[in-house]
């Protein structure tokens, strides 16, 4: 029945019964819930006439849309079997600023930070934040009414929505805003789908026992985060007051869910950006009471933000690459941090606000340990409350942390009394809990450890959750804050509601959506909530025999089950990092890390007979990922994809052999050992545009992409002959590991490494090893790369020790020594792997190191002045640091560094050579990195420690890259 659509429909569309649909199709099956349900087709529209079309189509065929933004939904809002129309990828539009006015026009698939970073500016920012700014979208926003962070006092989506622009259930178009009682007689009078929207709305609300069922069956007023059903109370608050510009519908698309109608615009409001100083303090607390006493008190001192951290997400910041840098600031072992924010003109004004809290809280004993954090050090503080749903997922075992009551809010005043009674509740279940976020809004997210794998574990989901709402109803709250209800809290709002209010929120999705076609199923009508989950249960799933050890993760599957859908891989270059280069160039969901992750724990579960067809739509969704390693660090949940899709490769090439390419690029070594025989021959080939275009053809590269050439002579060979070398003897020693990239290609460099080091009085010794596995890693041939790390440890582990470390040039090379050898060796050469890994190092890693003991002094080095872009591998910047880097290029006096933001270059290996993928990789480079080179004087020095980096800056821009090694050498005196 798609057929028909496919005529006039510009967007993509998935339906069929091909790889590439199934495996999309899969990827939309999830959001960032517990919920799983595969949808029938998936619309990525590029025009709101795409969008109508679908309207039609929908009503014509008895279909239901399903409106996805970010997809970080935690109540299932996204999930269902219906059409899902993801506006994430065209709908990105910043539409119009008003700076006098202080409004903005979007398009909903526009990024919350993402916009704001345009605003800057203007001296404006959209305010609610939630911790999921980095990639959610304004129409999920406005979907869930999304708070967040600074919802007390920048308030809620509701309060900073001023108009929406949206297709109606017939297709026609409406704006909802702010309109006079003449322009509200007026628009009921209209004879269209809008006229009967507001005169039903209007009888509806205008009858004296609906007001009052809404009066007493809503939650308390003093709750600003009152999020369950639909938002008649404010409806109805509107109708009372008859005077200005009181009545605007906008007001009740905000929480909806999608339900009613179709958003393709909004106006939001705008603030002035806050003072330029912002600090913290950190609370530290014995108790998650004692930090709820304090949050009352931090409110009283007009905080902008006071959000909890409990000590289960600390705990696992430890383990974490990235949060790991970020937990510096926590003293002891505290139960609970409350994070205090002020904002002040000045750090003296900061400080005087923060010391007033900190006096009033020792005057109640309340907390042990107050450190004040300040601009850069309070923003890292906040990664680990942002961090919070991913880095629960860190917890080992099946019993795992689930949305269930995580959005539940009460009075401010009624907060300590009822977790109190909450953790009561979870203690007589036997259920381990998490608590953090938002306190000063009186909502913590309260996440229990259920295991959702079993019948006893849904039973146990289902329970908790009714005997949640009625501890939440005993306090007049509101059973969803900010989250929503989704097909999770669905069925429990008669209870919260009560009847009356649970059969007007009927009404109102049957005035606006008489037919379903708008995300059936969500708020009203919705399914049990304990089905359709991700698992099923009591199912018996077979450990899977790996190459690579997954003890540290448990196994192959438990790595996958990590990601929790927060969708961390959906942030833009804008926002920054390196996670997830792919979609950052495509902006398809199919192409992050989340969606991968989710297919793969999908083919890892199924036991049925469509698994062969699994594995082929699986490789297809992993096809884009460059094993940056970016997910490592970056992802809170650690969902290392580099190794995860390297260890299927490797099952997928056992059932259907090694294609041709794959063993070229895995052989690399080998074949750049044959072409130095003649490096002449080899050389001419590529140089020439003719026959290198062949060539790279015949081998299934891009025709336009260059390819690295030979030197003369290997840097083995230079190194056992040159005199210079020979005749260098010094009692301090180093080793190099000769990378095969290094010693056929990048000779130079290493040549000008040892030289400079032997200039600084050391002497290079270059031990006998292999190459370093990488290119068979990149591909999936892990059994390979298995044997060389076995020779590799084997040939270093009586050599490498802390008095003589071994180094590397090619960050991807050296650092398998530190990363996946671990993971390879068998268990007995995994001490020895050990050893090897603590005493491997970059060399900025080591430089850095020298010049912190006071080995290497700017004194050898040139006063000359020199500004130098330093671009990083993604690979050390997941699995070790820049700041070695830039400290060991800024040793001479006058060099000057700076980072170029950039995530990965787009290389990554042989992913930029590949035909299939050149377009993408050229794309990644030119998201940052290419411009912020061009930008550059010719008197500017371009640095890149990574061999790929350098080639693709090269193809890219014109530009030659040098290596660290380099720079430093030619700035010796």
Same mark, same amino acid.
Request: glycine fraction near 6%.
């Given at each position: 029945?798609?057929?028909?659509?496919?005529?006039?429909?510009?967007?993509?569309?998935?339906?069929? @019964?091909?790889?590439?649909?199934?495996?999309?199709?899969?990827?939309?099956?999830?959001?960032?819930?517990?919920?799983?349900?595969?949808?029938?087709?998936?619309?990525?529209?590029?025009? %709101?006439?795409?969008?109508?079309?679908?309207?039609?189509?929908?009503?014509?065929?008895?279909?239901?849309?399903?409106?996805?933004?970010?997809?970080?939904?935690?109540?299932?809002?996204?999930?269902?079997?219906?059409?899902?129309? !993801?506006?994430?990828?065209?709908?990105?539009?910043?539409?119009?600023?008003?700076?006098?006015?202080?409004?903005?026009?979007?398009?909903?698939?526009?990024?919350?930070?993402?916009?704001?970073?345009?605003?800057?500016?203007?001296?404006?920012?959209?305010?609610?934040?939630?911790?999921?700014?980095?990639?959610?979208?304004?129409?999920?926003?406005?979907?869930?009414?999304?708070?967040?962070?600074?919802?007390?006092?920048?308030?809620?989506?509701?309060?900073?929505?001023?108009?929406?622009?949206?297709?109606?259930?017939?297709?026609?178009?409406?704006?909802?805003?702010?309109?006079?009682?003449?322009?509200?007689?007026?628009?009921?009078?209209?004879?269209?789908?809008?006229?009967?929207?507001?005169?039903?709305?209007?009888?509806?609300?205008?009858?004296?026992?609906?007001?009052?069922?809404?009066?007493?069956?809503?939650?308390?007023?003093?709750?600003?985060?009152?999020?369950?059903?639909?938002?008649? !109370?404010?409806?109805?608050?509107?109708?009372?007051?008859?005077?200005?510009?009181?009545?605007?519908?906008?007001?009740?698309?905000?929480?909806?869910?999608?339900?009613?109608?179709?958003?393709?615009?909004?106006?939001?409001?705008?603030?002035?950006?806050?003072?330029?100083?912002?600090?913290?303090?950190?609370?530290?607390?014995?108790?998650?009471?004692?930090?709820?006493?304090?949050?009352?008190?931090?409110?009283?001192?007009?905080?902008?933000?006071?959000?909890?951290?409990? !000590?289960?997400?600390?705990?696992?910041?430890?383990?974490?690459?990235?949060?790991?840098?970020?937990?510096?600031?926590?003293?002891?072992?505290?139960?609970?941090? /409350?994070?205090?924010? &002020?904002?002040?003109?000045?750090?003296?004004?900061?400080?005087?606000?923060?010391?007033?809290?900190?006096?009033?809280?020792?005057?109640?004993?309340?907390?042990?340990?107050?450190?004040?954090?300040?601009?850069? @050090?309070?923003?890292?503080?906040?990664?680990?409350?942002?961090?919070?749903?991913?880095?629960?997922?860190?917890?080992?075992?099946?019993?795992?942390?689930?949305?269930?009551?995580?959005?539940?809010?009460?009075?401010?005043?009624?907060?300590?009394?009822?977790?109190?009674?909450?953790?009561?509740?979870?203690?007589?279940?036997?259920?381990?809990?998490?608590?953090?976020?938002?306190?000063?809004?009186?909502? /913590?997210?309260?996440?229990?450890?259920?295991?959702?794998?079993?019948?006893?574990?849904?039973?146990?989901?289902?329970?908790?959750?009714?005997?949640?709402?009625?501890?939440?109803?005993?306090?007049?709250?509101?059973?969803?804050?900010?989250?929503?209800?989704?097909?999770?809290?669905?069925?429990?709002?008669?209870?919260?509601?009560?009847?009356?209010?649970?059969?007007?929120?009927?009404? %109102?999705?049957?005035?606006?959506?008489?037919?379903?076609?708008?995300?059936?199923?969500?708020?009203?009508?919705?399914?049990?909530?304990?089905?359709? /989950?991700?698992?099923?249960?009591?199912?018996?799933?077979?450990?899977?025999?790996?190459?690579?050890?997954?003890?540290?993760?448990?196994?192959?599957?438990?790595?996958?089950?990590?990601?929790?859908?927060?969708?961390?891989?959906?942030?833009?270059?804008?926002?920054?990092?390196?996670?997830?280069?792919?979609?950052?160039?495509?902006?398809?969901?199919?192409?992050?890390?989340?969606?991968?992750?989710?297919?793969?724990?999908?083919?890892?579960?199924?036991?049925?007979?469509?698994?062969?067809?699994?594995?082929?739509?699986?490789?297809?969704?992993?096809?884009?990922?460059?094993?940056?390693?970016?997910?490592?660090?970056?992802?809170?949940?650690?969902?290392?994809?580099?190794?995860?899709?390297?260890?299927?490769?490797?099952?997928?090439?056992?059932?259907?052999?090694?294609? &041709?390419?794959?063993?070229?690029?895995?052989?690399?070594?080998?074949?750049?050992?044959?072409?130095?025989?003649?490096?002449?021959?080899?050389?001419?080939?590529?140089?020439? @545009?003719?026959?290198?275009?062949?060539?790279?053809?015949?081998?299934?590269?891009?025709?336009?992409?260059?390819?690295?050439?030979?030197?003369?002579?290997?840097?083995?060979?230079?190194?056992?002959?040159?005199?210079? %070398?020979?005749?260098?003897?010094?009692?301090?020693?180093?080793?190099?590991?000769?990378?095969?990239?290094?010693?056929?290609?990048?000779?130079?460099?290493?040549?000008?490494?040892?030289?400079?080091?032997?200039?600084?009085?050391?002497?290079?010794?270059?031990?006998?090893?292999?190459?370093?596995?990488?290119?068979?890693?990149?591909?999936?041939?892990?059994?390979?790369?298995?044997?060389?790390?076995?020779?590799?440890?084997?040939?270093?582990?009586?050599?490498?020790?802390?008095?003589?470390?071994?180094?590397?040039?090619?960050?991807?090379?050296?650092?398998?020594?530190?990363?996946?050898?671990?993971?390879? %060796?068998?268990?007995?050469?995994?001490?020895?792997?050990?050893?090897?890994?603590?005493?491997?190092?970059?060399?900025?890693?080591?430089?850095?190191?020298?010049?912190?003991?006071?080995?290497?002094?700017?004194?050898?080095?040139?006063?000359?002045?020199?500004?130098?872009?330093?671009?990083?591998?993604?690979?050390?910047?997941?699995?070790?640091?820049?700041?070695?880097?830039?400290?060991?290029?800024?040793?001479?006096?006058?060099?000057?560094?700076?980072?170029?933001?950039?995530?990965?270059?787009?290389?990554?290996?042989?992913?930029?050579?590949?035909?299939?993928?050149?377009?993408?990789?050229?794309?990644?480079?030119?998201?940052?990195?290419?411009?912020?080179?061009?930008?550059?004087?010719?008197?500017?020095?371009?640095?890149?420690?990574?061999?790929?980096?350098?080639?693709?800056?090269?193809?890219?821009?014109?530009?030659?890259?040098?290596?660290?090694?380099?720079?430093?050498?030619?700035?010796?005196?």
């Amino acid at each position: 029945m798609f057929e028909s659509l496919l005529k006039d429909f510009e967007g993509e569309l998935y339906f069929r @019964d091909t790889i590439v649909d199934e495996a999309i199709r899969t990827v939309y099956a999830t959001d960032a819930s517990v919920y799983q349900e595969k949808p029938i087709a998936v619309a990525l529209p590029k025009s %709101v006439q795409d969008i109508r079309q679908l309207i039609h189509f929908a009503n014509s065929n008895q279909l239901t849309l399903i409106p996805r933004a970010a997809g970080t939904s935690l109540a299932g809002q996204v999930v269902g079997k219906g059409l899902v129309v !993801d506006i994430s990828k065209n709908f990105t539009n910043i539409l119009e600023v008003n700076r006098e006015e202080k409004w903005v026009r979007v398009q909903p698939g526009v990024i919350r930070d993402d916009l704001n970073a345009n605003l800057k500016p203007y001296g404006l920012m959209f305010g609610p934040e939630t911790s999921t700014s980095s990639r959610a979208m304004i129409g999920g926003m406005i979907g869930n009414n999304s708070c967040g962070l600074h919802s007390i006092i920048w308030g809620t989506t509701r309060d900073n929505l001023l108009e929406v622009k949206t297709l109606l259930s017939d297709g026609s178009e409406a704006v909802f805003g702010a309109i006079t009682a003449e322009e509200l007689n007026k628009k009921s009078q209209l004879k269209n789908k809008e006229g009967e929207i507001y005169r039903e709305l209007i009888a509806l609300i205008d009858n004296s026992e609906n007001q009052e069922a809404i009066r007493t069956g809503f939650p308390k007023k003093a709750i600003t985060r009152r999020n369950t059903g639909y938002a008649l !109370d404010v409806v109805e608050e509107m109708w009372q007051i008859k005077t200005g510009n009181p009545f605007n519908l906008s007001s009740l698309i905000a929480g909806s869910e999608g339900t009613l109608c179709f958003v393709t615009e909004a106006k939001l409001k705008l603030i002035d950006l806050p003072p330029t100083e912002v600090g913290m303090v950190a609370v530290h607390t014995v108790s998650l009471h004692e930090a709820l006493m304090a949050n009352l008190i931090a409110l009283k001192h007009e905080c902008s933000a006071s959000e909890l951290v409990d !000590d289960f997400i600390m705990e696992f910041t430890k383990t974490n690459i990235e949060q790991s840098k970020n937990r510096f600031f926590i003293e002891g072992g505290p139960k609970a941090i /409350l994070m205090v924010e &002020f904002f002040a003109e000045t750090e003296a004004d900061l400080r005087e606000k923060a010391e007033r809290l900190i006096a009033e809280l020792k005057d109640n004993n309340l907390g042990y340990a107050y450190p004040i954090l300040l601009q850069d @050090d309070a923003k890292k503080a906040w990664e680990v409350r942002k961090g919070g749903l991913g880095l629960l997922r860190n917890l080992p075992g099946d019993t795992q942390p689930v949305n269930l009551i995580e959005d539940c809010a009460v009075d401010l005043e009624d907060l300590p009394a009822y977790i109190a009674e909450l953790e009561v509740l979870l203690k007589n279940h036997g259920v381990q809990y998490s608590m953090y976020a938002h306190a000063g809004a009186g909502e /913590l997210h309260v996440e229990p450890m259920v295991n959702l794998k079993t019948s006893e574990g849904r039973t146990l989901f289902r329970t908790i959750l009714a005997e949640t709402a009625a501890l939440v109803k005993k306090y007049g709250g509101s059973l969803s804050g900010e989250h929503g209800d989704g097909r999770l809290r669905g069925e429990f709002i008669p209870f919260m509601m009560g009847e009356k209010n649970y059969n007007l929120f009927r009404q %109102v999705k049957q005035i606006f959506d008489a037919n379903g076609i708008f995300n059936k199923g969500k708020i009203v009508d919705t399914p049990p909530m304990n089905e359709f /989950l991700r698992y099923e249960a009591d199912k018996n799933i077979p450990v899977q025999k790996t190459v690579f050890d997954f003890s540290k993760q448990e196994s192959f599957l438990r790595l996958a089950e990590k990601c929790s859908g927060s969708g961390d891989c959906r942030k833009t270059e804008i926002t920054g990092g390196t996670m997830c280069p792919s979609y950052m160039a495509t902006r398809s969901e199919r192409d992050t890390t989340r969606a991968r992750a989710n297919i793969l724990r999908q083919y890892l579960t199924d036991n049925s007979e469509t698994k062969a067809a699994g594995m082929e739509e699986t490789k297809e969704i992993l096809d884009l990922c460059l094993s940056c390693k970016a997910c490592k660090s970056e992802c809170p949940s650690s969902v290392d994809m580099a190794k995860m899709k390297g260890e299927f490769l490797q099952h997928y090439y056992d059932e259907h052999g090694i294609s &041709f390419r794959s063993k070229l690029i895995g052989t690399f070594t080998k074949q750049m050992r044959l072409a130095s025989i003649l490096p002449w021959g080899y050389n001419f080939i590529f140089k020439t @545009d003719f026959t290198r275009r062949i060539a790279n053809r015949i081998v299934g590269f891009h025709p336009d992409r260059t390819m690295p050439l030979l030197h003369s002579h290997t840097l083995r060979n230079w190194y056992k002959n040159a005199k210079e %070398v020979k005749d260098f003897n010094s009692t301090k020693k180093v080793y190099l590991f000769c990378d095969e990239f290094t010693d056929f290609n990048d000779v130079e460099v290493g040549k000008k490494l040892i030289l400079l080091l032997q200039k600084l009085g050391y002497q290079v010794l270059i031990p006998k090893h292999v190459e370093s596995g990488r290119t068979y890693l990149s591909k999936g041939m892990i059994r390979e790369a298995q044997k060389i790390a076995i020779q590799n440890v084997n040939a270093l582990k009586d050599l490498v020790k802390e008095e003589i470390p071994i180094i590397g040039i090619e960050p991807s090379a050296i650092l398998t020594l530190k990363d996946e050898y671990l993971e390879l %060796v068998p268990e007995n050469f995994r001490e020895a792997a050990q050893q090897i890994a603590h005493n491997t190092f970059i060399f900025e890693e080591w430089f850095a190191r020298e010049i912190d003991r006071g080995n290497i002094k700017k004194e050898a080095f040139s006063t000359e002045k020199r500004l130098i872009k330093l671009h990083g591998h993604c690979h050390q910047k997941a699995l070790s640091s820049l700041t070695p880097s830039k400290k060991s290029l800024s040793l001479p006096a006058n060099y000057e560094v700076h980072l170029i933001p950039s995530g990965c270059c787009g290389m990554a290996g042989s992913f930029g050579y590949e035909a299939e993928h050149y377009d993408v990789s050229m794309k990644i480079g030119e998201l940052v990195l290419f411009p912020t080179v061009r930008k550059q004087s010719k008197e500017v020095i371009i640095a890149a420690p990574g061999t790929s980096c350098r080639h693709q800056i090269k193809d890219g821009t014109g530009r030659v890259a040098k290596h660290p090694a380099e720079i430093l050498y030619e700035a010796l005196l």
